[in-house]
């Protein structure tokens, strides 16, 4: 039996696979040597990302024919609206639910985001993010500064760098909270009086219970739920999220709660867990805040030229033009405002509410000791901060400030003249500051100072606001980092910093980037901010056993940042992330470490070299790090021409 193709005659009759691949850049078999099928596999990524933004723009033009005319009938259940996404559903064969979706996204990028749009076209985003950025950006929709933030995430989205969701989501809900804190502030509120508790009956006698509360209720309700469903024998026949079900159920309840092995009571001794001694002898949770002393103490005044819109996208009303004349001390596009105030760097230790069970949110690092190991507790930590690093007011200026192009927002001549620009009120009368909650992400500033009001909330400064540098390391082991250093990197990092990874750094390993030699420090891999990094366990273990070599050294036009990267075995290097802490929290580039101190010599009892297949192995690694720098720095690279620039011994 044969298939009716869709729109026979048209292009789109031809199947994919009778197309000319090398039209399309793609080899001509999918039998290639590894590198060659990775090369290709980059390529049609990127072929993927086009054909979505493709797609996204047919399903705007359907809209455009089939909604828009009739936007104004009241057709209540079968609108325009859902009359054209069944007609999507019913061709591609999907549900009327993700018609609804593809179409919404369509529209949104058209209208709302068209240089995210681009971004997609060009490959820079992948398709999976596009979901994310929509719906992270629905309550700017019809608001006059809508395209300052789709500017906004568009120049984020083309820096070099690697994006994971997590990350993403964070730098999505900084833009918006940039543009809009109060509307960020009204919805916290409104969430705060609609939390609830709901229960939707399921299929097979099965049910589902939704318990909506703010974020750090449900994290440490979460690390307690963990906690208790950790305490089983590795016998355990049942899941984790099973367990974890059993566990949640067995805190609210305070039933029993045990291992369901096949072995007797006598043999596995966590077959009954007493809850009550259970939560007696619980450590505190903590949960880690990250924000600067200028965002506890309140939001400032706005600069005047910030309180209107003044994008190039949106141009004034007629009888605007007519009644202001062109100002000539109008601002150009590459001008920066920045809010005023400076704030130093304030850490702070929020007390989680009492649980039957808490759990510690714990490092889980083989070099550096847990984070909670006392009874329950929330920790936050927050940054140094400088004066407002406020983004560009215009939709085309660069990240350094030069005056760039974002798919054609506006002309050169337009970008120079403000008076030709948006000149509505956006309502953004304060400048607030944000908070950033592992786990959670971007909060705003109202919730912020509500966490830090809590009576146990313990704030911790990460600095004193001067030059005076902080420890690097433990006093007794240059090994271990401080406290103050701990908390820094981890800061700095947010997430895991593998490309991809979506793990908060409070919950991962600080790795030495370079491998600490024990007997000589001083020959690499000591400890400071610039040689550590942050890792969730796997992948520490995937760079400490595989053959990953990552890398992590200043940026030579921004001292202050960092450029990483991961070779993977067969040789590509892929940049590390693009979004960190620094961009959140600009204080964190005024915090300096000093130098870690002079290493000890061996004792008599301690081994005076590495085995040497460990010290053979971390000598490759230094020198292909060495030759990736030279590599980028425009330097010979070759091993031969190489060995003159590697630092002794290697």
Request: hydrophobic share 35%; net charge negative.
């Amino acid at each position: 039996m044969a298939g009716v193709r869709v729109g026979a005659g048209a292009a789109s009759a031809v199947p994919w696979a009778a197309l000319d691949h090398s039209a399309l850049g793609l080899p001509a078999t999918c039998d290639l040597p590894s590198p060659q099928a990775l090369d290709a596999l980059v390529h049609a990524a990127a072929g993927v990302a086009y054909l979505k933004w493709f797609e996204y723009r047919l399903a705007a033009s359907m809209h455009a024919e089939l909604v828009e005319p009739f936007e104004d009938e009241d057709r209540r259940e079968l609108d325009a609206f859902t009359r054209c996404a069944a007609t999507i559903a019913t061709t591609l064969s999907i549900t009327q639910g993700a018609a609804r979706t593809l179409l919404t996204d369509a529209v949104a990028l058209r209208d709302r985001l068209p240089l995210v749009a681009e971004c997609l076209r060009d490959g820079v985003v992948t398709p999976h993010h596009i979901r994310t950025i929509v719906s992270r950006t629905e309550l700017i929709e019809g608001q006059c500064y809508a395209a300052l933030v789709d500017a906004d995430i568009a120049r984020a989205l083309r820096r070099a760098g690697s994006w994971s969701p997590a990350r993403m989501e964070a730098m999505v809900d900084m833009m918006v909270d940039r543009r809009d804190p109060d509307a960020v502030r009204a919805r916290r509120e409104k969430a705060k009086r609609n939390r609830e508790f709901t229960v939707e009956m399921g299929r097979d006698g099965l049910a589902s219970a939704t318990d909506t509360r703010p974020a750090e209720d449900i994290v440490a309700l979460h690390a307690a739920v963990r906690r208790l469903a950790a305490q089983v024998c590795p016998k355990d026949t049942r899941s984790k999220a099973a367990r974890a079900s059993d566990a949640h159920y067995a805190l609210i309840t305070q039933t029993e709660f045990g291992c369901d092995c096949d072995r007797p009571i006598t043999d596995c001794r966590y077959k009954n867990i007493d809850l009550t001694e259970f939560a007696a002898t619980a450590p505190r949770i903590v949960i880690h805040l990250v924000t600067d002393t200028t965002t506890l103490t309140g939001p400032v005044p706005a600069p005047e030229n910030e309180r209107v819109c003044r994008s190039p996208q949106h141009l004034p009303r007629p009888y605007l033009n007519a009644a202001a004349p062109s100002r000539p001390d109008a601002q150009t596009d590459t001008d920066e405002v920045e809010a005023d105030g400076a704030a130093n760097s304030v850490s702070a230790e929020t007390m989680a509410p009492e649980s039957p069970a808490p759990e510690p949110v714990a490092a889980g690092s083989a070099s550096v000791e847990s984070v909670a190991a006392e009874p329950v507790a929330t920790e936050t930590v927050a940054t140094e901060a400088v004066p407002s690093d406020r983004p560009t007011v215009t939709a085309g200026t660069g990240d350094s400030g030069d005056s760039t192009e974002l798919g054609g927002a506006a002309t050169a001549g337009d970008a120079a003249d403000h008076s030709r620009g948006c000149e509505e009120p956006v309502g953004l009368d304060f400048v607030d500051g944000v908070g950033f909650l592992p786990g959670i992400g971007i909060i705003s500033g109202a919730h912020v100072r509500d966490l830090a009001a809590d009576p146990r909330t313990v704030i911790r400064p990460l600095g004193d606001g001067t030059d005076t540098p902080l420890p690097a390391t433990q006093p007794s082991n240059p090994y271990r980092p401080s406290a103050a250093l701990d908390a820094y990197v981890r800061a700095r990092d947010l997430f895991c910093t593998w490309p991809g990874c979506n793990r908060p750094a409070w919950d991962g390993d600080l790795d030495h980037i370079t491998e600490y030699d024990h007997t000589h420090p001083e020959r690499g891999g000591r400890t400071s901010a610039t040689g550590l990094g942050a890792k969730c366990r796997f992948h520490h273990l995937l760079k400490t056993f595989a053959d990953f070599v990552d890398d992590q050294y200043p940026d030579p036009t921004d001292p202050s940042r960092l450029i990483r990267t991961i070779t993977i075995p067969d040789g590509r290097t892929v940049l590390g992330p693009a979004f960190t802490g620094h961009d959140i929290h600009p204080g964190l580039d005024t915090i300096v470490f000093g130098d870690p101190p002079a290493p000890r010599p061996p004792g008599l009892t301690e081994r005076r070299r590495p085995a040497p297949r460990t010290e053979e192995k971390h000598a490759r690694r230094r020198q292909e790090r060495n030759r990736n720098r030279l590599r980028n720095l425009g330097l010979p690279a070759t091993p031969a021409e190489a060995a003159d620039y590697e630092p002794p011994p290697f």
